[in-house]
C-alpha cells in the first residue's frame, strides 16, 4: 500500500482544489478571483498567500457552498506568488441511541469531528462565540447523567489538541436534548 491511500484511509480531508479567472498569469495592476472548491458542508475558507510573514484572507458565507470567491484588486509583483486554499469543517453532535446510550436516567452524546483531535469539549448552553459550562476529555463521548424528564438544555461541541488547547475547532450544530414527561 502507498502512503497515498494510507493516509486517505485514515479519513484526512479531502484538498480543495483552486483556480483563478481571468487566468494564473496576468498583468499588472489587473483584479483576479481566485476561486477555492472544497467538499459540501465546509462553512468558512481562508485564503493563504506565501508570503514571508504569510497573509491570510477569510471568506464566511451566507451557508455553506461549494465554491468560494477571493476578489483582488490591482495585483502587482508583490502580490503575485502561490496561494493555498484552507478550509474548516465544524464537528456535528448526536444522541447515541444504542443500547448503553440513552435511557431513562442517562443519555450520551457523541461528537463527531472531520480531524483527529486529542480533546473533545462539550459545552451546554451559550451560542457557539461564547460556550457556557463546558467540560473536556480525551474521547469523543459523553455521559449526561442524570437526566430529568421535562428539562430542556442545549449543547455544542468542539475539537482541540493537547500541544494548544486553546485554539479550538468550529463549534458543531446545536443539538436541544429535551426529555419527555413520562
Known sequence: MDLEA??????????PSIWAVPGAVISTDSDVSIFCRTPPGV????LYYDEPYGKWFDHTPEGAQEVFEF???DMTHISAGIYYCVYKEK?????????????????TLLCHTPHSFEI????????ASLPQNCSHQSHSAF????????????????????????????????LELSIPDI
Open 6 to 15: 494510507a493516509l486517505l484511509g485514515f479519513g484526512l480531508p479531502p484538498q
Open 43 to 46: 462553512t468558512r475558507v481562508h
Open 71 to 73: 476578489c483582488q484588486q
Open 91 to 107: 464537528p456535528s453532535l448526536t444522541v447515541d441511541t444504542g443500547p448503553q446510550g440513552f435511557s431513562e436516567r442517562n443519555v
Open 120 to 127: 473533545f469539549i462539550l459545552c451546554r448552553g451559550g451560542n
Open 143 to 174: 455521559l449526561i447523567s442524570p437526566v430529568s424528564p421535562g428539562n430542556r438544555r442545549t449543547y455544542r461541541c468542539f475539537g482541540s489538541y493537547k500541544s494548544n488547547s486553546y485554539l479550538w475547532s468550529l463549534s458543531s450544530d446545536p
